[in-house]
């Protein structure tokens, strides 16, 4: 499997990505918002993009839809539940489907709520797994719920799915926020040295070679993952008086989201 991060330069920060078999050349395009960054890197490997698959629903992930298709004649994929947001959808997916690129290349649908309820991520059958995960998890932060979803959902898709993956999962989001959402996590984690390391280290990083992160990464820097930590807990108490000496996991990313959406 061949991963190829596009970034689009805009102003919501997107990342595209091609998915190609090595054997083939046949590619998936996720969220190809900039069709023409995407058909030029296809172009430029010699690779047949012959599927598009939106993780989710919103403008700034389905906008490349009409333009890619029409290039490429390629199949559209998404969440069995967004056929009547989404235009088009030639192949809706629900959770453990598989989705195959080429003769070598197996990603498995994983029904991720939460960003929206509509919302899919792609985890890959490989030896190194990868997750295309949209706007449910970025690095270093978790996504928004204001359009669609329900921050109880994103607890659940934290909980029960994305924190149980293997460490060594690479992460691929939908955007860039992580210079940003480091800085969220040393507001509610001062302490956290891998964060601050990160951080500095990635001011300046071209994001058209931007950082790959993991799972174990995300464990380590990620406050959304970090719900036992007792440094969080202890702002979290001092913003919310109420709070419990020991909360609950779910209850500390309720807050932390609750604030994070005012940061």
């Not at 969440?79 to 989705?99: K, Q, T």
């Not at 799972?215 to 930590?229: A, H, P, Q, S, W």
């Amino acid at each position: 499997m061949i991963v190829d991060q596009i970034w689009t330069g805009n102003n919501w920060r997107n990342f595209n990505y091609l998915i190609a078999c090595p054997d083939t050349g046949e590619a998936l395009a996720v969220d190809p918002l900039d069709h023409e960054k995407c058909l030029s890197h296809a172009k430029v490997q010699g690779w047949e993009i012959t599927q598009v698959l939106n993780t989710h629903e919103h403008p700034d992930h389905t906008g490349g839809n009409r333009a890619m298709i029409a290039a490429t004649g390629a199949r559209l994929l998404a969440h069995e539940n967004a056929r009547d947001r989404i235009v088009g959808i030639d192949i809706p997916l629900s959770a453990g489907d598989v989705v195959k690129v080429g003769n070598s290349v197996e990603l498995e649908a994983l029904d991720t709520p939460g960003h929206t309820m509509s919302h899919v991520c792609l985890l890959s059958r490989t030896d190194q797994p990868s997750l295309f995960c949209g706007d449910t998890l970025f690095n270093a932060g978790a996504g928004n719920c204001h359009n669609g979803g329900h921050p109880n959902e994103l607890y659940l898709t934290f909980a029960g799915q994305l924190a149980t993956l293997p460490d060594k999962t690479l992460v691929y989001p939908g955007h860039d926020y992580m210079v940003n959402n480091l800085q969220f996590t040393l507001s509610r984690e001062p302490n956290n040295s891998a964060a601050q390391s990160l951080l500095n280290e990635l001011i300046d990083q071209d994001l058209d070679d931007a950082l790959v992160s993991t799972i174990g990464l995300e464990k380590t820097i990620n406050t959304f993952f970090r719900l036992r930590n007792p440094e969080v807990i202890e702002k979290l108490q001092d913003d919310f008086p109420d709070l419990p000496a020991e909360p609950d996991e779910k209850t500390v990313f309720l807050k932390l989201r609750e604030l994070r959406n005012r940061w």
